[in-house]
């Protein structure tokens, strides 16, 4: 935490520290991944700690849990699951019993834009913004994006 600490700085430490401990542990280990690799660019290590971000909405505390995660993996493959995921994953408030259940796939599914739009309300650069905002996109050439992706394969 305290090496997380000095890579962010305050602000974005704090989207940092707010996360469930699983997402914090995650993003720590792509950050070390990252480090491993030979990458010693902080746009990439402030990304690491922050990808998956917007899997948790600080404002209600809500986030993707493991059964949401297992959800989403089979209607991934199940025949008609993409189209029943897009169904379950339109609900962008908690509010409510069905709020509070679907909420979950809406962060799930929009994870990375939300992400982004935390750390750039917090004042990461723009281009830490741009790569928490791309991180699950298939792009060639972009060797930030190469890194950090190859990085969070691994988990
Ligand atoms: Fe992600
Ligand atoms: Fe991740």
Redesign the pocket.
Known sequence: MLEARKVLGADLFRVFAAMPEQYRRHGIGVYRRVHANGCFDPVVWQAALL??SGKYDPVNGSYVMLGHRVAVVLLEVLPGGKRMLHRLSRRNHASGLVGWALYPFYLSRH??RLGAKLADEHGAATDVVDLISR??NKVEGDERLAILQAADDKE
């Open positions: 990808h998956d994870h990375a991180h699950h």
